[in-house]
């Protein structure tokens, strides 16, 4: 099984040329204590952290990188901060395709590691991923090293890479396969928007196809230091807003108005809105996933879970209500992250004599 199976919601790719790790068919798991605690007996996990990568963006990748090899080319240009690097790396790899990464500024040394571990060139750009006048000029530059014939550009937007982005839509057939009740909301995280769009567009095939009977509303949730989305959606407002992104949480760090946009749009027609998020949060709610679930989340991947628990706890969000959340990352990739959640644990070295004594007394 592979996202292939889903090849017909998928950009168009010939047998010959498709490439697969295994991605997709992740588990979907029922929340065991903090739905309960927030008084919500159908909230879900969707856990997309057991991809070959350790992230969701594999299902971009697995699309991405076999349409170039469908279409001849063998340069592929990127940007990241850590999970779309990793997935187009390994599925470059596996294709004989050359990949590029532009990284942004503060992008975590273990995601960094696995991007080199699978033979990928990456650059650090100073400022990329901070400024939004600076990271304009990255997309803009890279946008004419891609202009050649062998050459694409994959930035996991639909802005940039419709193709693979199909790939990411997978998630909202799947979870409605997995599923024998309909969703009432999906919330999902959001740097530069594609992921929320994917799975937006994603139901509306569904249901254009006469699969679906209602529209999820599909909630997106943002760091509160880079409100490119969340806010102007929440507002009322139609476009999205270029920010100085000051958030601490590695993956979410876009500080352009990416697709955004489009975001809003297919939001309006689903009901869905916004939810900022203090990085504070993010970090207790990675801590609550591991402790109560049992799920070992990045940060990135914390903030869906934080957005629900936020508009839980304002009672935006009934406790009949189906809900799911996706866990889009692993907190092995982000080892500063995990340090910081584990700094007070203890792990003391004992001679046999002194741990006898221990757990005796």
Known sequence: MSIWQWSEWLAPVPEAARLTLGEANTPLIKSRRIGPSLGLDELYFKL?????????????????????RARGQTTCWATSSGNTGAALAAYCAVGGIRCHIAIVEKAPVGKLRQMLAYGAELVRIRGF???????????ARLEQLS???????????????????????????????????????????????????????????LQQA????RLPRIECVQPEGNNTIAGPLRDGRDHGQPVKCTTQISGLQVPNAVD????????????????????????EVQRRLAHEEGIFAEPAAS????????????????????????????????????ENMTRTAECPLLDFAEWDALVSA
């Open 210 to 213: 006469g699969r679906l009977t």
């Open 48 to 68: 997309e952290m057991t991809n070959p990568t350790g992230s969701y963006k594999d299902r971009f990748a697995a699309v991405a990188v076999s349409d170039m």
């Open 303 to 338: 903030t869906a879970v934080a957005g629900l628990i936020q508009a839980a706890r304002s009672r935006e969000v009934s406790p009949g209500e189906r809900v799911c959340c996706f866990i889009t990352g692993s907190a092995f990739k982000d080892p500063t992250a995990l």
């Open 260 to 283: 955004a946009d489009a975001v809003i749009a297919a939001s309006r027609r689903n009901g869905g809105t916004g939810h900022l998020v203090s990085d504070e949060l993010v970090w």
């Open 129 to 139: 991923g901070i400024d939004s006048d600076l990271s304009d000029r990255v997309f």
């Open 147 to 205: 202009a050649q014939p062998n050459a694409a550009l994959q930035i996991s937007a639909f802005r940039f890479s419709p193709a693979g982005m199909s790939g990411v839509s997978t998630l909202a057939h799947e979870l409605a396969a997995q599923s024998n009740e309909p969703w009432d909301r999906v919330f999902c995280m959001a740097g530069g928007g594609g992921l929320v769009l994917a799975v937006a567009l994603g139901f509306e095939q």
